[in-house]
């Protein structure tokens, strides 16, 4: 186990602006709202609406946004939402994961595919990027939560597998499988997490230079505001130098 960070990462953790908030607490709320009908529409009895509960907490959703969004599962109204996800290359043969929740099949195919090939991509087959990836928890602190060290410490003690620490945070790698249990040990000795989620971890990565970088960080960020995505994955690699070029 090792405490890191990539350049790769930056583009992807920058905190939300609250311009972005209603969105955020959007996609939020639609997550809780699935959870809650596949499962019990108690936290305390269903461990994927637990997670979503507590992170948008983290993200200081009001609790009576958190309250309706359960009510109206347990309530039998409202639409009825389909987990999809996409795959697709990018500028530079970058892999692009995009999962989605969706009413209409048909409108988020057809945007996604768009976005897509308006930004020098190509959306794929299903798996056709998808082997390039695990299936992993991940669990997130901000730095106030401790030194590298700790936070190093607790998560080897709550059985995580790897530690990345950068200026945005610590992110704690566990499986998929332990990902709720090592977020209740580590909970005991850092605090409630920002978040707790199941990503995708490239298991290797592409390297891509500024010029279609900018491109790419476009096509993501088109993706990142559709109503109907929740979240974007890829395994591109950019050098400090080339990620400074993007930032400024």
Same mark, same amino acid.
């Given at each position: 186990m090792a405490g890191h960070s990539h350049a790769k990462n930056i583009m992807h953790r920058k905190g939300k602006s609250d311009a972005a908030r209603s969105?955020? +607490?959007?996609?939020?709320?639609?997550?809780?709202?699935?959870?809650?009908?596949?499962? $019990?529409?108690?936290?305390? +009895?269903?461990?994927?609406?637990?997670?979503?509960? #507590? &992170?948008?907490? #983290?993200?200081? $959703?009001?609790?009576? &946004?958190?309250?309706?969004?359960?009510?109206?599962?347990?309530?039998?109204?409202?639409?009825? @939402?389909?987990?999809?996800? @996409?795959?697709? @290359?990018?500028?530079?043969?970058? #892999?692009?994961? !995009?999962?989605?929740?969706?009413? *209409?099949? *048909?409108?988020?195919?057809? &945007? !996604?595919?768009?976005? +897509?090939?308006?930004?020098?991509?190509? $959306?794929?087959?299903?798996n056709s990027v998808g082997f390039m990836f695990d299936k992993v928890g991940e669990i997130t602190y901000p730095l106030s939560a401790g030194s590298e060290d700790k936070v190093m410490e607790a998560a080897i003690e709550a059985g995580a597998d790897d530690v990345e620490s950068d200026e945005e945070g610590h992110y704690i790698t566990t499986s998929f499988e332990a990902m709720v249990e090592v977020a209740a040990a580590l909970e005991k000795v850092l605090g409630e997490a920002e978040s707790v989620k199941a990503v995708w971890k490239p298991q290797t990565n592409t390297p891509i230079d500024a010029e279609k970088g900018a491109t790419l960080m476009k096509l993501i960020a088109t993706l990142e505001e559709d109503d109907d995505v929740q979240n974007v994955y890829s395994n591109f690699e950019m050098s400090d130098e080339d990620a400074a070029k993007l930032e400024a």
């Open positions: 969105k955020v +607490f959007s996609k939020l709320a639609r997550e809780i709202t699935v959870a809650a009908k596949l499962g $019990m529409p108690d936290p305390a +009895f269903n461990a994927r609406l637990r997670l979503a509960v #507590a &992170n948008a907490r #983290a993200q200081s $959703m009001p609790k009576d &946004n958190i309250d309706r969004a359960i009510k109206k599962a347990s309530g039998g109204d409202g639409e009825n @939402y389909d987990e999809i996800r @996409y795959e697709g @290359y990018g500028p530079g043969g970058v #892999a692009i994961i !995009v999962e989605t929740l969706t009413d *209409n099949r *048909n409108r988020t195919a057809s &945007n !996604v595919r768009s976005y +897509f090939s308006k930004n020098g991509g190509a $959306m794929g087959e299903t």
